[in-house]
Every structure is written in structure tokens, then in C-alpha cells.
């Protein structure tokens, strides 16, 4: 229990200092934020939230809903190519399209060179803009919603779907009707993540120009040179992301979404022909071309024609930066959330659950706000430890814990901790207690039961829970660009620089070799959404 609530304490550090300066003076600069830019931080982010929230529910749910009751052609590889938008960073895609739909990009000057156009001649869609923002998070993010969406619908019985059509309900009513509504609950934290990972955005916001809470934290502190208030405003995006969560659970109310029907059949499929067949495969197609492969194609170009992928020793330093953090982060987390995991199942009491929920709440939190909230702590007391340093050994100690390894690590850890802990408590739910009984009788620890009893079953959930961790940690941008270490770039630091020299070809190799290492997980979770059916072989 004390492992488990000294975890608990230090993860929640950084979202309680942020709090804590709510009410710390910072003179006009609050005034001036407030008559000037703050409006816009608000509208924008708003306007930001409803957008990819609608988006990724539509796409989302509809794509999940038609791989997962019908067939049509291509069927059997769509439902798992629709996850591939999620092993792109909302980054990388923000960059391709602004290359790719530029004035000076190869679509517009294609058509002006086919026709014979001017600039003043013919209109095109600015992609720089909030719509274009909205439509390029919600290509990267619906992929949260159609994996729990689709998990959802392939946990329903044929059953009630049955009771449903009985009574004269069509195929979009028993959609609307039933199929919709059990789903409810995974639907809702589906598009729950995508807005967090909204409001975590950095790289593509900024990119497009659009100004939004997470954008105003970082030209606060840097460019204003403005700690506190960047705390302030990082303290009020944590309000947007409570306000989400409240709102989930508020909307369920007393309902309870579950099926009344005891016995499970498997779900049938309905052959789509004709007309709904081709728009089945378009709707499928459509998000997966321009969430995945156009990225990916333009990121090829690029790398052929500026013969960006020497893989010269920049380029190796910046990969073995990402690949070393990644790889500390995932192991501490795997090892964190497993102590936390077994300290809850050997004490379940109310207060142990509390904490270790509290400890795994971080990944609701943007990176700018775990940022500010490290690095305000960290910087205090190094410059205790420098002062106490220099009076006592006339020296100075320098960045201890601020602008290090630990300090970003510590980042990670807070923000993904969440990730592996689920994998380590699910796992360890399904081992019964009589194990842990077994191994009391004969005489052994619960340190022992624990390392030679359960973490062999654990074994391959903590792996596919740790290559979650280390791809979200390559992916990760926004606490890295505070926190890294001076002269410490990783791959998405160096595309994000060079995005914004407008050096775009260049951001190809790192691009794509992030792109590859989250190709790995994707693939692991499209194949184990097809073997959770109850009833699924092995």
C-alpha cells in the first residue's frame, strides 16, 4: 500500500502544481492575455472540440458498424487498414497536407498549369485554416472511436438484433435502435480520447496557424517569458478536460447498457450488393486514403526527390535519442503499473483503488499542462540546490532534475502510465485467486507469488502494453519540445523544426521512421479485435 500510494503522490505532482497557481499574482500580463488573445484561445478550441468530436463519432462509428455486420469486397482488409491513420502523428499528417495543398504545392500548380489559371483566377480551399485543422485531426483520430466501436458491436449478440428486426425494424433503425445505443458507452470514451488528444495537439494547430490553448502555454513561457501565466492557461485547458470527463459520466445518468439476452450468437454478416456495396467500400476506402496512404505517398516523394533518407550520423543520433527514451519510459511504466495493478488486488479497499486511479488518470492530461507542471517544480529545486551549492562548496550544480532525461522521462511516465496499467489490471483479473491461495500454502511472498506466479501469464500483455508506451512516447511532442534536454532532439522535435523552417521535404526521413515504428502496434491491434468475440477460437 505504501508503494502504491507514494506512486500515486508523485504522479499527480504535476496537475497539482498546476493548480496551484490559479490564484498566483502575474500582474497585467493576465489582463493582457485576457483582452487580447484569450477569446480566440477559447473560441478556436472550442470550435476545435466540436469539429473532431462530430467527425470522429460519424466516421468512426459508421466504418466500425459496416466492417463489423456486413460484407462487401475488400471487407476482410479495410477493417484492419482503418486503423492504420493512428500510427501517424497528427503532425506529420498536418505537414504532408500543407505541402501537398499549398499555393505553391503540387495540386494548385498542377491545376493552374493544366488550365492555364492565375492566382485570381479560380478558388481553392485554404488547408491553413481551423477546418482544415478539424478535418486533419479527426483523419488521424476517428481510429480511437472505430477500435472501441468496433469492439463494442463484435461483443453483441446476434440476439437482440433479431428481437429488433421482429418487430419491423430496418437496417438503419436497428442501427439508431440497438446496435448504437449497447455500443453507447465505448462510443463516448472513443471520441473522449480523440478530444484529449485534440487538446493535446501541438504540432498541426501551430502549423496551421490556429491558436489554441495548448499553443497559447507554449508563446506564453517562451515568448513572453511568463511561467505563471502560462500555469493559468495550462490550469484552464485542465478544466476543459474535466469538464469532458464530467460530462461523459453525467450523460449516462442511471442507464445501464448492457444485453438482456443470455445466450450469445455470433454475429451474422449481411451481403451488401450493388450500389450500397460500392458506397460501403467508399465510405471504408475514403478515411483510410486520406488518413494513411496520401500521407505516406507524399512522405515517399519527398524523400525521393530530395533523397532525404541518408541515414547520416544527425540522423542516427536523433533516432537513438527517441529509441532510448522510449525505451526507459515503457519500462518503467510496465514495471509502475504492475506494482500498482497487484498493490490494488492485494488491497482492494476503497482508498487503494482511489489512489491507483488517481495515478492513471494522466493520460487525460495534454502534455503542455504535465510540462508546465514539471517544470515549474523541477526548476525550483535546482535553483534550491544550486544556491545551497554555491554557499556551502562554492560551486554550482547546474540542471539536476529541469532540462534533463529525468524530467522528461517523468513526463512520460505520468502521461502514459494509464496505458500499461489497464493492460496489467485486466490481465491480472483474469488470474484466479486461487493462485495467489495456492502460493500462500506454500509458504511463498507475495513478491514471490507475484514474480513467479503471475508475471509469466502477464508476459505478453505487459510486451504489447510496453510497444504501446514506447510508439506514443516516439509520437510524443508537446512535453518533449518543454522538457528535452539542451542538444537532445529526437525525430519529432527535428520534423517539427523543420516544418517550421518550411523545410517540408526534409521532414520525410524522420516522419516516416516514427510512421514505422507505430505500424507495429496497429497491426497487433487489428488482429486482436478480431479474436475478442466471445466464442473466438484461438
Not at 468530436?53 to 466500425?64: C, H, R
Not at 472501441?148 to 438503419?172: D, K, M
Not at 526507459?328 to 489512489?355: D, E, F, I, K, Q
Not at 519540445?481 to 518550411?502: C, K, M, Q, S
Request: aromatic share 10%.
Amino acid at each position: 500500500m505504501l508503494a502504491t500510494a507514494a506512486i500515486a503522490a508523485v504522479i499527480a505532482i504535476p496537475i497539482l502544481v498546476v493548480l496551484s497557481y490559479v490564484f498566483v499574482p502575474t500582474g497585467d500580463i493576465w489582463q493582457h492575455l485576457a483582452s487580447t488573445v484569450l477569446p480566440r484561445y477559447v473560441t478556436n478550441t472550442l470550435w476545435l472540440m466540436v469539429g473532431v468530436g462530430a467527425g470522429t463519432l460519424v466516421i468512426g462509428t459508421g466504418t466500425a458498424w459496416l466492417v463489423t455486420l456486413h460484407r462487401f469486397p475488400g471487407r476482410d482488409l479495410l477493417q484492419w487498414m482503418l486503423l492504420l491513420p493512428m500510427a501517424v502523428p497528427s503532425y506529420v499528417i498536418a505537414y504532408t497536407y500543407g505541402g501537398l495543398m499549398d499555393f505553391a504545392g503540387p495540386v494548385q500548380s498542377a491545376l493552374r498549369q493544366l488550365f492555364g489559371w492565375h492566382k485570381s483566377d479560380y478558388w481553392f480551399p485554404e488547408i491553413r485554416t481551423l477546418g482544415g485543422a478539424i478535418t486533419i485531426l479527426t483523419l488521424v483520430l476517428y481510429p480511437y472511436v472505430y477500435l472501441l466501436a468496433r469492439a463494442a458491436f463484435t461483443e453483441q449478440s446476434v440476439c437482440v438484433l433479431e428481437a429488433s428486426r421482429t418487430l419491423g425494424a430496418g437496417p438503419w433503425r436497428r442501427f439508431l435502435g440497438v446496435g448504437l445505443p449497447l455500443a453507447r458507452p465505448a462510443v463516448v470514451a472513443g471520441v473522449a480520447l480523440a478530444l484529449m488528444e485534440t487538446l493535446n495537439d501541438l504540432g498541426a494547430v501551430q502549423h496551421f496557424a490556429v491558436d489554441t490553448f495548448t499553443t497559447g502555454i507554449f508563446r506564453t513561457w517562451f515568448g513572453l517569458g511568463e511561467p505563471a501565466a502560462a500555469a493559468q492557461l495550462a490550469a484552464i485547458l485542465l478544466l476543459f478536460v474535466l469538464f469532458l470527463l464530467v460530462l461523459e459520466r453525467w450523460s449516462r445518468g442511471e442507464a445501464r447498457y448492457h444485453q438482456t439476452s443470455i445466450r450469445y450468437r455470433a454475429l451474422p454478416s449481411l451481403r451488401l450488393k450493388g450500389i450500397e456495396a460500392g458506397l460501403a467500400v467508399a465510405a471504408c476506402t475514403m478515411p483510410v486514403l486520406l488518413g494513411f496512404l496520401v500521407p505516406l505517398g507524399v512522405l515517399l516523394w519527398w524523400a525521393i526527390r530530395s533523397q532525404a533518407l541518408g541515414f547520416d550520423e544527425r540522423f542516427a543520433g536523433l533516432a537513438l535519442h527517441s529509441v532510448s527514451l522510449a525505451a526507459l519510459a515503457a519500462g518503467l511504466a510496465v514495471v509502475l503499473s504492475l506494482v500498482l495493478a497487484y498493490g490494488a488486488r492485494l488491497r482492494p479497499t476503497p482508498l487503494v483503488r482511489g489512489l491507483v486511479r488517481l495515478a492513471s488518470t494522466g493520460y487525460a492530461v495534454p502534455g503542455a499542462v504535465i510540462a508546465v507542471g514539471i517544470m515549474l517544480p523541477f526548476a525550483a529545486i535546482d535553483r534550491t540546490i544550486d544556491a545551497w551549492a554555491r554557499a556551502t562548496f562554492g560551486v554550482s550544480t547546474g540542471l539536476i532534475l529541469s532540462g534533463t532525461v529525468i524530467a522528461v522521462t517523468f513526463a512520460y511516465l505520468v502521461r502514459f502510465l494509464a496505458i500499461s496499467f489497464n493492460a496489467a489490471e485486466a490481465s491480472l483479473a483474469k488470474v484466479g485467486r486461487s493462485m495467489d491461495d495456492a502460493g500462500r500454502v506454500l509458504g511463498r511472498r507475495p513478491i514471490e507469488i507475484l514474480t513467479t506466479i503471475h508475471l509469466p501469464l502477464l508476459r505478453p500483455s505487459l510486451l504489447a502494453a510496453a510497444l504501446l508506451v514506447f510508439v506514443d512516447v516516439i509520437k510524443e511532442l508537446p512535453a518533449t519540445l518543454v522538457l528535452r534536454p539542451f542538444n537532445f532532439d529526437t525525430l519529432a522535435i527535428h520534423a517539427y523544426e523543420l516544418a517550421g523552417d518550411e523545410r517540408l521535404a526534409e521532414v520525410a526521413a524522420p516522419a516516416l521512421a516514427i510512421l514505422a515504428a507505430g505500424l507495429g502496434p496497429v497491426v497487433l491491434l487489428a488482429r486482436s479485435i478480431g479474436r475478442s468475440r466471445p466464442g473466438h477460437g484461438p
